[in-house]
């Protein structure tokens, strides 16, 4: 079993619509959470960071953590075209200056 | 412009062939890691540095070797390259304290 499961998509949505992805981990000890996107022949990039339990929301993106659970989600809301992308959602249990492990990633394309 | 570079971006090679992909951050930062990217498997860390000198194991570590003699280069060799090493590979940097590692726009390597 995967230390983190994503679904791997991929995901089709209109634009406009609200699209919710998720990961799963099995290690109590991940303490940091952060969502990546990566498009297309590019490296990831940081879009979310949470540490411990809550959400934290930016603009039209919100991140969820819930550890009682070992559950994580992204929210898009009012998604657009150019979201259009793979999203990772990775852990770490000491903060980035450290191994990160990441979820497989979860494609996702906007359509008009 | 604070940056991850890697060189090359591409890369055909054959099965024995000793290779080095170069790595060079320009942010001062401490910590430098290589990951290989793999359809269904994501991201997984292939070694890890902390700081000049100072490398480690990751996930996947067969069948590579790094070095981390200047704080700024850290070069991921192949010593003698195999067909299951094909893969996607990106550099990423960091320090203690940021929210995100910073990757590189990667390297896709053919092994054949």
């Known amino acids: 079993q995967k230390e983190v499961e994503q679904d791997p998509g991929p995901l089709s949505v209109p634009e406009g619509a609200i699209v919710s992805l998720n990961c799963t981990y099995s290690n109590s000890a991940f303490q940091y959470f952060m969502w990546y996107r990566q498009y297309s022949r590019k490296g990831p990039e940081l879009l979310m960071y949470t540490y411990s339990s809550g959400n934290k929301e930016d603009g039209r993106f919100t991140a969820q953590v819930d550890k009682s659970s070992k559950y994580i989600s992204l929210f898009i809301r009012d998604s657009q075209p150019s979201d259009s992308a793979t999203y990772l959602c990775?852990?770490?249990?000491?903060?980035?200056?450290?191994?990160?492990?990441f979820g497989t990633g979860t494609r996702l394309q906007v359509t008009l | 412009e604070a940056q991850v570079t890697q060189n090359p971006r591409y890369l055909i090679t054959v099965t024995g062939k000793k290779l080095t992909v170069t790595c060079s951050q320009n942010?001062?930062?401490?910590?430098m890691s290589w990951y290989r990217q793999d359809p269904g498997l994501g991201l997984r860390q292939i070694y890890y540095?902390?700081?000049?000198?100072?490398?480690d194991k990751g996930d996947v570590p067969e069948g590579y070797k790094v070095s981390r003699k200047e704080k700024r280069n850290f070069p991921l060799i192949l010593e003698s390259p195999s067909p299951n090493q094909t893969s996607l590979y990106f550099c990423?940097?960091?320090?203690?304290?940021?929210?995100?590692?910073?990757f590189g726009p990667g390297t896709r390597l053919l092994v054949l």
């Open positions: 942010m001062n930062h401490e910590y």
């Open positions: 540095s902390m700081n000049v000198e100072v490398t």
């Open positions: 990775a852990m770490s249990p000491t903060g980035t200056a450290s191994k990160l492990t």
């Open positions: 990423a940097s960091t320090r203690t304290g940021q929210e995100t590692q910073y």
